[in-house]
């Protein structure tokens, strides 16, 4: 069966240094990334990019790559063919968005004040969000969602988007910082993808992702094969314990862009 999709996560996998498209991890230019596309595009793959991202974001990554559908700010919505699709459960935007939903309900404080020295606004990127509260730090994912549980907040979780370069001099102590969505407990870039699957009528045999967090590594189970990039262990060497739960992962030998490639060449020819 030939591959038909493919759901591609931007930062840390095919962006390179400063979400650059035409550089690598160590800033070096590449057109590894490009020809991934180009790739997939000469074979009648679609490629559906899923971010964290905001969706004003997302629909110019998408447009730039010709691509009309996308996942945006971690799963929460998916613009399918330019109608918007939400997957966050009984919060939906209204005379509120859901972000503004999520700070009445006072849990972003909540965590502000809980793990202070670990955990801040991923300044300046967590402005002008429809959904989801963007921080960064390093802190349990898992621990984070009992805290918001005991406190009444049981509809919502942290994701762990992976790691990020740019901290404040409050975190300066941590071993390295990492990104986290707060969002609708419903969301999920896996349910996003298996939301997509559905409606384009597509096999799990005729699909295949490839990311570099462990938000990114859950879509394993709705896909033939997820490709982690190489520099998504390098950082964490913890993330090949998390794949070796699935049966279905691969690991890159190569970062960013070309690990991309490499993910989109091995797929397309096996």
Known sequence: MSMRCLYLDLDGTLLGRGASLLHDGDGEVSIAGVRA????????????LMSGRRRAQLAEDARLLGQS???YEAGAC???????????????????TIAQQIESSGAPMLLLERYAGRLEYHEPWHTEREVSHLFRGLVDAGEVDQVLAEHGHGDLRL????????????????????????????????????????????????????????????????????????????????????????????????????????AVVQTLIS
């Not at 998916?78 to 918007?84: A, F, I, K, M, S």
């Not at 941590?174 to 969301?187: E, S, T």
């Not at 699957?197 to 394993?220: H, I, M, N, P, Y």
């Open 37 to 48: 596309v180009q790739a997939c595009l000469r074979a009648n793959v679609e490629v559906v």
């Open 159 to 262: 994701v762990d988007n992976g790691v990020v370069n740019r901290r404040s001099a409050a975190l300066a102590e941590l071993d390295h910082v990492r990104g986290y969505h707060l969002v609708p407990a419903a969301a999920s870039k896996a349910n996003a993808v298996a939301f997509h699957r559905q409606a384009r009528g597509l096999a799990r045999e005729e699909t295949f992702a490839v990311g570099d967090s462990r938000e990114d590594l859950a879509c394993a189970e709705h896909v033939q094969t997820f490709w982690l990039v190489a520099n998504a262990v390098q950082r964490d060497p913890s993330m090949r314990a998390a794949a070796a739960v699935f049966d279905n992962v691969q690991i890159a030998q190569d970062g960013h862009g070309a690990g991309v490639y490499e």
């Open 69 to 71: 559908t996308y996942i």
């Open 78 to 96: 998916v613009v399918l063919e330019g109608e918007e699709h939400w997957l966050t459960g009984e919060l939906l935007p209204g005379e509120l």
